[in-house]
């Protein structure tokens, strides 16, 4: 069975940077399409960025520039570097891999195995 686990989320103010990775087992970060998703309060689930397993990346438009993400073959780990963060940003971050998504299809949450979720809080 596939682990998540992310962990780096915590309160920051506005224009602070964040780096939470997402620890894993049973998947090969390599091989796998990888996306960060974020919820806010009252609101649906919205896809971030994701990286194919050929490197090609995807972004929301609101962080494009901003959160690049990106994956350690050696550590079988995913980041999302989140920078210049804004009080907008507020709502709890997911990890998510899946083997057999066609990354480039787009960001939806749609993918087999997740994390539970790590929680971050931007003040201005």
């Known amino acids: 069975q596939v682990q998540l686990v992310e962990s780096g989320g915590g309160p920051v103010q506005a224009g602070g940077s964040l780096l939470p990775p997402c620890a894993g087992s049973?998947?090969?970060?390599?091989?796998?399409?990888l996306g960060w998703f974020r919820q806010a309060p009252g609101k649906e689930r919205e896809g971030v960025a994701a990286?194919?397993?050929?490197?090609?990346?995807m972004y929301t438009v609101a962080v494009k520039g901003r959160f690049p993400i990106s994956k350690d073959i050696a550590k079988n780990t995913p980041y999302l570097q989140m920078n210049s963060l804004q009080p907008e940003a507020t709502a709890m971050y997911y990890c998510?891999?899946?083997?057999?998504?066609?990354?480039?299809?787009?960001?939806?949450?749609?993918?087999?195995?997740w994390g539970q979720g790590t929680r971050v809080t931007v003040s201005s």
């Open positions: 998510a891999a899946d083997p057999y998504r066609p990354c480039y299809e787009g960001l939806v949450p749609e993918f087999n195995n």
């Open positions: 049973r998947y090969n970060v390599n091989a796998w399409c």
């Open positions: 990286i194919a397993s050929d490197g090609g990346t």
